[in-house]
């Protein structure tokens, strides 16, 4: 079994793969902002799952990750500083755990279900807690950009420098107009939220010029209540230099960052298999 675990600014989402990928179990608890008490969260979750033993896992984080060292950096809505979350969860499972950026692993799902060979490179953006954000080049995470906090950047708002997420996350979007995006019908309010969204995506699409656009997360999952509105107001943008290519809602808005965390498995066991035979010829 493999297990994936998606650790959000509120809840932390643990699912149960076999290698085929069928969710075999499928927990959830509140995320702790106390990093120790996490931890030990994690450890009674664990005791009470049905399966306890895992040959692989993976580790979904918001946030930046030092990658040799298996260290959370700094993780955006939650107050974890250089965290030693690779080294934590081995000692938990018993395992290799891979680690990764949330938004980046739930690129990866949706790129591969839109399938590499249409699209050469896919650009998610998940509009949830905050605004995060992956490349995917040819079906694999771009790490030129691994590092890229897309809601961070700093754009004009109401007359002030802001960053996007401050005016465009669906935590934003709760505090501006009392709602939640999935209980929003004014077209009114969609159309701010389409104009407030469109000013950073046009930025993205000046730097990454992808082949599509992607929008999962919680308040992403609504694209189709603001898609007319992000279209029109993308033609505001219109550049002889810069292509608006197509945009559709995720696949699996709400999971996809778990189905993202079982590709990354899968390719890492896949390599370890290749190794393998490498290293040891029929």
């Given at each position: 079994m493999w297990l994936a675990i998606d650790i959000g600014g509120t809840k932390t989402l643990l699912a149960v793969y076999t290698h085929d990928?069928?969710?075999?179990?499928h927990v959830k608890f509140p995320t702790n902002r106390d990093y120790s008490l996490f931890v030990s969260e994690m450890k009674t979750t664990l005791a009470e799952m049905e399966h306890k033993e895992f040959e692989l896992a993976c580790s979904a984080s918001p946030g930046q990750i030092d990658?040799?060292?298996?260290?959370?950096?700094?993780?955006?809505?939650?107050?974890?500083?250089?965290?030693?979350?690779?080294?934590?969860?081995?000692?938990?499972?018993?395992?290799?755990?891979?680690?990764?950026?949330?938004?980046?692993?739930?690129a990866l799902s949706e790129a591969r279900l839109l399938g590499k060979s249409k699209y050469h490179?896919?650009?998610y953006i998940t509009v949830s807690t905050g605004i995060?954000?992956?490349?995917?080049?040819?079906?694999?995470?771009?790490?030129?950009?691994?590092?890229?906090?897309i809601g961070h950047m700093f754009l004009e708002h109401d007359g002030v420098m802001q960053q996007w997420?401050?005016?465009?996350?669906?935590?934003?979007?709760?505090?501006?107009?009392?709602?939640?995006?999935?209980?929003?019908?004014?077209?009114?309010?969609?159309?701010?939220?389409?104009?407030?969204?469109?000013?950073?995506?046009i930025d993205l699409l000046a730097v990454y010029q992808p082949d599509i656009v992607v929008f999962g997360g919680g308040a992403?999952?609504?694209?189709?209540?603001?898609r007319p509105y992000l279209a029109e107001e993308m033609t505001h943008y219109k550049s002889p230099l810069i292509e608006i290519p197509p945009m559709v809602v995720a696949k699996n808005p709400?999971?996809?960052v778990v189905y993202g965390c079982y590709e990354l498995m899968k390719d890492h066991a896949n390599a370890s298999k290749k190794a393998g035979h490498a290293h040891h010829p029929a």
């Open positions: 990928g069928t969710i075999k179990e990658y040799e060292k298996g260290v959370g950096v700094a993780y955006g809505n939650l107050p974890w500083k250089n965290v030693a979350l690779r080294e934590n969860l081995s000692d938990l499972l018993g395992c290799t755990v891979l680690i990764e950026n949330d938004a980046k692993l739930a490179k896919v650009l995060g954000g992956g490349l995917i080049t040819d079906g694999i995470i771009d790490h030129y950009l691994a590092d890229a906090e997420e401050e005016f465009a996350s669906g935590s934003a979007i709760v505090r501006r107009f009392n709602q939640r995006a999935s209980d929003i019908t004014d077209p009114a309010i969609w159309k701010l939220i389409a104009h407030d969204i469109g000013v950073g995506l992403g999952a609504n694209f189709e209540k603001f709400e999971e996809a």
